[in-house]
């Protein structure tokens, strides 16, 4: 079993930046796409970014392209995810995942097989 440790999290004014990371605890062989998701009150979970952990491929949700960037660093078994340009909408607790297979790609929450615990991200206006 796969266990992820999310941090980076905080209070930030609109237009400033943050970078969160996750650390996965075991060997990464078996993990297909490691991804970011988000969850404001009142609001259900969706899609931020992802990466495939063996190749190049990253895709991002459309309100945050241009301004987060996901990466990995294989030696730390770790993924980033650097926040530009926040803004209010941006308000929320922010999730990583592990998928183990492709199958389902990596948009769904329903691809995910392993969950961190969540990270509060809070931009003021």
């Known amino acids: 079993q796969v266990q992820l440790v999310e941090s980076g999290g905080g209070l930030v004014q609109a237009g400033g930046s943050l970078r969160l990371s996750c650390a996965a605890s075991e060997r990464t062989d078996n993990i297909y796409y490691m991804g970011w998701f988000r969850q404001a009150p009142g609001k259900e979970r969706e899609f931020v970014a992802a990466i495939r952990w063996s190749g190049v491929s990253r895709y991002y949700a459309d309100s945050v392209k241009g301004r987060f960037t996901i990466s990995r660093d294989y030696a730390k078994n770790t993924v980033y995810l650097q926040m530009n340009s926040l803004k209010p909408e941006d308000t929320a607790v922010y999730y990583c995942?592990?998928?183990?297979?492709?199958?389902?790609?990596?948009?769904?929450?329903?691809?995910?097989?392993?969950w961190g615990q969540g990270t509060q991200v809070t931009v003021s206006s």
């Open positions: 995942a592990v998928a183990a297979g492709a199958m389902g790609g990596y948009y769904y929450r329903s691809s995910y097989d392993y």
